[in-house]
């Protein structure tokens, strides 16, 4: 990482995880159970399997890249690549998220592969952030999601659309995913 403009220190080790795309989207997110989805508008039919993966089980490499500046799509992504990974997808998100909760540390986790365009053409991307249980049950969100049971004084993570200009915003952390096997 010598001559990188990454802090060391916010770039996660990164962990193995096999994800199988054969799953569906809207019994994954009830499986998962600590995730608050707060928008309708994230589901299979806006945010759907990659073509190339469907169907499959793949073995991953998963790590967190924390910039600390905003930072054009482009250089990024590019950025992402030098070190032999791609953004991830919204369904690599979710299982990042079951198998490595909070490791993102409080900011907002982002798929740089989950990006939709809406009729209008605004474009948005999906992501993660931290919620705590006590600001969010009884507002809008159902708070039934973990094990049929409330669950106060809990941290959870919202999954929301974020508009997005074709810039990583300073406090966002992206997901990266290498391919293992």
Known sequence: MKGSNLKENRISPGI???????????EMIK??????VSDNRI????FPCPPQYCGKKIKILAQTFYFGFDMDEKRTNNKILE???RPANLIELLYFQTFNPRSFGGEILVAGNAIWRD???NR???GLRPEDTNAVCGSSFNCDFISGEKQKNKIVSKLFLSNYFHNYQ?????????RLE
């Open 170 to 178: 300073s406090n966002w952390s992206i997901l990266g995913i290498k």
């Open 16 to 26: 193995e995880i096999c994800v199988d795309y054969s799953d569906d989207f809207n």
């Open 83 to 85: 070190f032999g990974f």
């Open 124 to 126: 948005f991307i999906a």
């Open 43 to 46: 589901d299979s039919k806006h």
């Open 31 to 36: 499986s998962l159970g600590q995730i608050i």
């Open 119 to 121: 009729g209008l053409s």
